[in-house]
């Protein structure tokens, strides 16, 4: 019998085979994940609904499929659904408190594919109210402490997926990245995080923040437990007309292949003088170990790298504000008043954004903007395979040193905004520490419907440095 | 001189009035200089060549998705479900303010 310290230490691979093996039950894995959470969620609040009773209950079905060899993608395995997420018959608040006491009727789209796929949901994660944020510190039930430094923000907005991964508290965390809110979280707190192409995984079900950049995607330890998850949320869904057709590839497979004479590009403009010196060494450093394995690497630039930010600004808040006022409190919900600081912000910057008068110079602007950064994006990668950039310019910071300045908040979003813009995948690896211990970030970005690659890239690459061996040291 | 985004208390007032939100005097004051120091960072997007430029809303450039005009039963709630979680209905119905 393995006790539960190690069973929430297991890769997503690793209890796959271990139950396949016999080696514990899904109801020893959920508990001990269930029994960790109970220990430190208080502190970390990573968690805002726990699923106990019903995820015991599937995990006794799962044990029963198991002693017939099913073989499902995630048989019996315990995962935590970002809290915008719609789940039935299980209270999804979007950490608002509009919705404070909104229990939905249905499953979202990628929930009916991974229960289908054998995973048991345990509960709920925090998160930035609606999606609103780049460090976490904007959710209505209060702040996800970092795993790494309880006195630091875990990135945002998925917070509480950053940090149960991170923790051991779910082998994966779902998310949604809108503008950074998967490898934000995922570059803070040590663990992996995909932002898939625009249209790869439905987003219906999922609590809409800006429609024409929302990507849904998760948190996982490693690569290979990335892809996986991939393989089972990616695909066409009828409910969602932006999902591509486009065939979902062997990830698992493709991973292992031959990294050597592909090209990752360098962009400039992601390494100047606004980034951190010892993330840029770190990114450095990472990018000399996929040299060494092969890879040519070339320096380029995206020119408009600059508009990237300001252009996202505006057509996250126009959209924002469209999607939000559909809450009326009649339906469901509470009434508008409930909106919290940084909803009204939002909401206000795209109105304003949108309003006669002011349209042209913001909304269409932008829009026009977003032709020109994908042009960018469409001419590296004549010149490129993939590129590889750092996912924050700087170190997991310490709660309000950026939250007090909307602005300086704002524009944590700088490298990460650009592959929403584009639409383009983005897969956040870990990519070591500071001195101090707090983990950084690498984001590789490939052109749409290139995850495979992305995974093929970042597999090579955590081999090599197999960084999610390091675990935070937990206090109660 | 850089031009400075002017934004009067009048054009919070109308920009909440358009949102539907309430805002209090202080939250007027707060968004207003916010909005302010936001939208001067934001005005160098006029800086961008953009004549000749297209617009692009939506990042992969699906279009025209259509489906059949039939109706999905696995799809619809019930009444009870649509209205399990309204705040106040009466007789299968949502009750909502008076408009006029």
Aim: charged content about 25%.
């Amino acid at each position: 019998m393995i006790n539960n310290m190690e069973l929430t230490s297991l890769t997503l691979k690793e209890a796959l085979e271990g139950l396949e093996n016999k080696k514990f039950s899904s109801v020893e894995l959920v508990k001990s994940h269930i029994s960790r959470i109970k220990k430190f969620n208080k502190k970390i609040n990573a968690f805002v609904t726990i699923c106990e009773e019903e995820a015991l209950k599937q995990a006794r079905e799962a044990d029963k499929l198991i002693a017939k060899k099913a073989k499902n993608a995630l048989l019996g395995i315990p995962i935590a659904l970002k809290d915008n997420w719609v789940t039935k018959g299980v209270k999804s608040t979007a950490a608002s408190k509009v919705l404070d006491n909104y229990v939905p009727q249905y499953d979202a789209t990628a929930i009916v594919r991974l229960k289908a796929a054998g995973a048991i949901i345990i509960g709920k994660t925090n998160l930035d109210a609606w999606g609103h944020g780049s460090s976490g510190e904007h959710s209505d039930y209060g702040n996800t402490l970092n795993p790494w430094d309880y006195s630091r923000v875990t990135g945002g907005s998925s917070s509480g997926s950053g940090a149960a991964v991170s923790a051991g508290m779910a082998l994966v965390g779902t998310g949604t990245d809108t503008g950074g809110s998967i490898r934000q979280p995922a570059a803070f707190c040590n663990v992996v995080g995909l932002k898939p192409t625009y249209g790869r995984v439905s987003r219906y079900g999922i609590i809409a923040m800006a429609s024409s950049t929302d990507s849904i995607g998760h948190l996982t330890k490693t690569v290979w437990d990335s892809a996986r998850v991939l393989s089972v949320t990616a695909g066409f869904d009828p409910m969602d007309a932006t999902t591509g057709k486009n065939e979902v590839p062997d990830y698992e497979e493709i991973l292992r292949g031959k990294i050597s004479g592909l090209k990752i590009g360098i962009p400039k403009e992601y390494f100047g003088k606004g980034t951190d010196e010892i993330v840029a060494d770190a990114c450095h450093k990472a990018l000399k170990v996929l040299e060494d394995l092969g890879c040519k690497l070339v320096n380029i630039s995206l020119p408009h790298t600059k508009y990237a930010y300001p252009v996202y600004a505006v057509i996250q808040t126009s959209e924002v504000s469209s999607n939000l006022l559909r809450y009326d409190g009649v339906r469901y919900g509470n009434e508008r008043k409930m909106f919290g600081d940084e909803a009204k912000r939002r909401i206000m910057m795209g109105t304003h954004s949108l309003s006669s008068g002011y349209a042209d110079k913001y909304y269409h602007q932008s829009l026009k903007g977003r032709t020109l950064i994908i042009r960018d994006f469409m001419e590296a990668y004549k010149k490129v395979d993939v590129i590889a950039c750092p996912v924050w310019p700087f170190l997991p910071f310490k709660f309000d040193e950026r939250a007090i300045d909307p602005l300086k908040m704002y524009l944590s979003d700088v490298f990460t905004a650009p592959a929403n813009v584009s639409g383009n995948p983005s897969l956040s690896v870990p990519a070591g520490f500071s001195r101090d211990k707090l983990p950084i970030g690498i984001q590789f970005m490939g052109p749409n419907y290139s995850e495979d690659l992305l995974y093929k890239v970042a597999y090579a690459y955590e081999q090599e440095t197999k960084w999610y061996l390091e675990k935070p040291k937990l206090k109660e | 001189m850089k031009k400075k985004t002017l934004l009067s208390v009048e054009n919070v007032e109308h920009i909440a009035d358009l949102a539907k939100l309430t805002l209090t005097q202080d939250e007027q004051k707060k968004y207003k200089e916010q909005l302010r120091r936001i939208f001067d960072y934001i005005d160098q997007i006029s800086k961008l060549k953009t004549k000749k430029v297209i617009e692009t809303s939506h990042p992969t450039n699906i279009t025209n998705i259509f489906r059949e005009d039939k109706i999905d039963e696995s799809k619809i709630l019930t009444q009870e479900e649509a209205l399990s979680n309204a705040v106040k209905k009466k007789n299968g119905y949502f009750v909502v303010k008076a408009i006029f």
